[in-house]
């Protein structure tokens, strides 16, 4: 069992940056592949960036690709995104998520490959 907790989102104007963290408790978190996702009001939750358990293989929405990093230190058991040159269509709950990787990473960008959810972070864009 992993469970997972969010941290670092918050209000920040058009063009800024964020950096949400994702802090992993119980065992084997080497083990894992790591993303995030977000919700915005009345929309589906989506995929924004997945990093493999090794950390060799990362995959990003094309909506964030050049702008969100996703990244992982196994020895703290975390994982982050850093986000910059913020939109306010990325405001969204942001959600840390987690599954024992058991196929390649590509597997895990859906919400459905995913078995663990942290309880999400707030992040809103003002223009």
């Known amino acids: 069992q992993v469970q997972l907790v969010e941290s670092g989102g918050g209000l920040v104007q058009a063009g800024g940056s964020l950096r949400l963290s994702c802090a992993a408790s119980g065992r084997s978190f080497s083990r894992y592949a790591m993303g995030w996702f977000r919700q915005a009001v009345g929309k589906e939750r989506e995929f924004v960036a997945v990093i493999s358990a090794s950390g060799a293989i990362i995959y990003y929405a094309d909506s964030v690709k050049g702008r969100f990093t996703i990244s992982r230190d196994s020895a703290k058991s975390a994982v982050y995104l850093q986000m910059n040159k913020l939109k306010p269509e990325d405001t969204a709950v942001y959600y840390c998520?987690?599954?024992?990787?058991?196929?390649?990473?590509?597997?895990?960008?859906?919400?459905?490959?995913?078995?663990?959810w942290g309880k999400g972070t707030l992040v809103t864009v003002s223009s």
């Open positions: 998520a987690g599954a024992e990787q058991q196929f390649p990473p590509v597997r895990y960008k859906t919400p459905s490959g995913m078995d663990y």
